[in-house]
């Protein structure tokens, strides 16, 4: 067993905050760039011209790449033979995420009082147990202007994976120029409510042109894409060809009498990064 | 591109030559404010003590990111418009000039921009960090209490935007 202080991988997400704030995740910068070059839309060319400065400036000085600096969301797959030491999980990450915030802004609020933590804490922590001595953390600061168009529904199975298509295109269609398009889906397919809601926001972790392992995914997640190209929302929803930059599913088996479909929108501004911590080079070890 | 330059306040004739689509540059002062600014300021006004004229204004919806790096105001892209739609009609029909915002809008909304010969320009969400060096001053003016959500007035330079919704009730979305 290898003994790992919460400080470190705390430390850790202070750092990756400062960075992806001002840096858009690198696939999704590069997605954006083809998209201003086969835009013909004028007024959409003009928006891809100001979000892609606006990346390379954000970059260059070390700025916010947009004013949302979302809620911070943070996955972790932690090793079985891991033992977590020092604080707890929680309030060390929260911590980090104060920390971190002090030049960003704090957009958290108790949702009955609508007062303002000032801290931009709590953040949402995810966790899982897998094979192994490491710590693989995720983060991603998630901006609600695309939270707030996201959805989820439970199918009957007599609606079956038609409607779930259906319905992922026209959540993007709604969506329209809410969330700072193109956007990029997380789907959730399968499981329970929640497992369906969690597995939406873990896709939003592949990068723009990966390939689903899965193959009847991958085509699924490329059906899906040329779809919602085709709405012809565009940049900003000023029209044009790219409406979205990526459809990203994970799945789940479900109940005999559900299908449920969650849809997880992100914003052009990806801001998400990873890290490991391994167990026998920052963890001490503390035998078996 | 041609890219036409306004200075504010804007004038109602200056905005009936505005047609969807045009892409503007914007300098002067406008007024910034967002969810929680529109909530209190309209129950001041159910409330008949008014906080705050808004009358030949253009308001932005936004909420910063605090300065850094001797910046005046942090990040300053604009906020989703659609939010405020149950305040605009009130708004427009009692003086406000035009808004800035990001997204589509609802009917009553687009209406209250025709009725009242007023604009919505769509600043390009996400472009933080552009709006920021777009400001050269900025101060609260109420609601210090609100954070990032306090009503400001900031003077604004080559500030980028597109008409979205112009005097004649046509829609870019």
């Keep these: 067993m290898y003994k790992i202080d919460t400080q470190v991988i705390a430390k850790k997400i202070k750092q990756i905050i400062d960075k992806i704030s001002c840096e858009v995740e690198p696939s999704c910068a590069l997605a954006l760039k083809n998209a201003y070059e086969i835009e013909q839309n004028t007024t959409a060319k003009f928006a891809l011209k100001v979000m892609n400065d606006n990346i390379e400036i954000a970059i260059a000085e070390h700025r916010p790449v947009c004013q949302d600096t979302g809620m911070a969301v943070i996955f972790l797959e932690i090793g079985k033979e891991v033992i977590l030491t020092g604080k707890l999980l929680q309030d060390a990450i ?37 094979e192994g001595r490491d710590v693989k953390v995720q983060v991603m600061l998630k901006g609600f202007g695309s939270e707030n168009m996201s959805k989820v529904y439970l199918l009957n199975p007599a609606q079956g994976l038609e409607e779930a298509k259906r319905l992922i295109v026209e959540t993007a269609k709604v969506a ?18 929640e497992k369906a809601a969690l597995m939406s926001k873990h896709a939003l972790f592949r990068k723009i042109g990966s390939a689903n392992p899965i193959h009847r995914l991958d085509e699924l997640e490329k059906e899906l894409l040329g779809k919602i190209n085709e709405l012809g929302i565009g ?9 979205a930059l990526g459809v990203f599913i994970e799945s789940y088996p479900t109940h ?11 914003c052009h501004c990806s801001r998400s990064g990873e890290f490991v911590i391994e167990g026998a080079k920052e963890g001490s070890y503390v035998g078996d | 591109m041609s ?10 004739e200056a905005m009936k030559d505005l047609n969807v689509g045009d892409m503007v540059r914007l300098d002067g002062d406008m007024l910034v404010f967002r969810d929680a600014g529109h909530k209190r300021l309209y129950q001041s006004i159910l409330d ?37 739609d149950k305040y605009t009609p009130y708004m427009l029909d009692h003086g406000l000039a035009a808004q800035i915002g990001k997204g589509k809008r609802d009917d009553a909304s687009i209406e209250a921009f025709k009725r009242n010969g007023c604009v919505y320009f769509a600043a390009i969400g996400g472009a933080g960090a552009i709006y920021s060096k777009c400001i050269q001053k900025a ?24 008409v979205a919704i112009d005097s004649k009730g046509n829609s870019i979305y």
Excluded: W
């Design chain 2, 139 to 162: 101060e609260v003016l109420y609601f210090n209490d609100l954070g990032t959500e306090a009503v400001r007035r900031i003077t604004v330079k080559d500030f980028p935007v597109v």
């Design chain 1, 176 to 193: 329209g120029s809410n969330p700072c398009p193109p956007v990029i889906l997380g789907v959730g397919l399968g499981g329970t409510l």
């Design chain 2, 3 to 12: 890219v036409i330059k306004l200075s504010l306040p804007l004038t109602k």
């Design chain 1, 235 to 243: 940049a900003q929803g000023f029209g044009g060809k790219t409406s």
């Design chain 2, 48 to 84: 008949g003590k008014q906080a705050f004229d808004f009358v030949g204004e253009t308001i932005y919806f936004m909420g910063p990111c605090p300065a850094r790096n001797g910046e005046v105001l942090g990040s300053a892209g604009p906020t989703t418009s659609c939010r405020m």
């Design chain 1, 256 to 266: 005999i009498s559900s299908l449920p479909v969650a849809i997880n929108v992100l």
């Design chain 1, 94 to 130: 929260d911590d980090a995420v104060e920390e971190a915030y002090v030049t960003l802004r704090k957009s958290v609020l108790d949702p009955v009082t609508r007062i303002n933590t000032k801290t931009n804490t709590p953040s949402v922590v995810h966790t899982s147990f897998v």
